[in-house]
């Protein structure tokens, strides 16, 4: 059994969780209410417009998205009937499918990416000083990586 948090460390603990979860709300509702868009599809096209091509194989996207193979396939089948991306055969390998930017999916970033940015900075950014920025940079630089799950299900699932 894990050896309990002491005060100082439930304190951290818990002032985390709480404003995490209260800045991914604010985040979500703010940018759904301005341009429609949901946190995932706000993700997605970014990374995807950040992609080679604009473009990435279904596998590699859920694992840049720390998303399941399931849950990027439903995401990306939402985004396609709305436009936002389309779904396609890697070219150079068949059996592979790929999604794809539209060029509806980059005005739509182009669109919400001012009013995402305002919300960041005023619910967090704007509120830090250098050293709190480097300090966090720092922390989630070193446990992210160590966060994301390496699996074959997120690196060759959806090929």
């Known amino acids: 059994m894990a050896e309990p ?9 818990r002032a985390y ?17 301005a341009t429609g ?3 995932p599809d706000y993700h997605v096209l970014v990374v995807l417009s950040e992609s080679p091509g604009r473009r990435l194989r279904m596998g590699e996207l859920a694992g840049r998205m720390v998303f399941s193979p399931s849950r990027v396939t439903y995401q990306i089948a939402q985004m396609v009937k709305r436009g936002l991306v389309r779904k396609q055969s890697c070219a150079d390998d068949g059996r592979g499918q ?13 669109k ?3 009013l995402h940015l305002a919300t960041v900075r005023d619910s967090f950014v704007d509120d830090l000083d250098d050293h709190e920025i480097a300090t966090l940079t720092a922390v989630f630089s070193r446990l992210g990586p160590r966060l994301r799950p390496v699996t074959p299900l997120l690196t060759q699932g959806n090929r």
């Not at 948090?5 to 603990?13: G, H, P, S, V």
């Not at 209260?22 to 209410?33: I, K, W």
């Not at 790929?98 to 182009?110: F, Q």
């Open 37 to 39: 868009l949901s946190m």
């Open 112 to 114: 919400a990416a001012p």
């Open 5 to 13: 948090l002491d005060a100082r460390q439930q304190a951290m603990w």
């Open 17 to 33: 969780i709480d404003s995490s979860w209260a800045l991914q709300t604010r985040l979500e509702d703010e940018l759904r209410a």
């Open 98 to 110: 790929e999604a794809v930017l539209t060029a509806e999916g980059l005005a739509a970033l182009e």
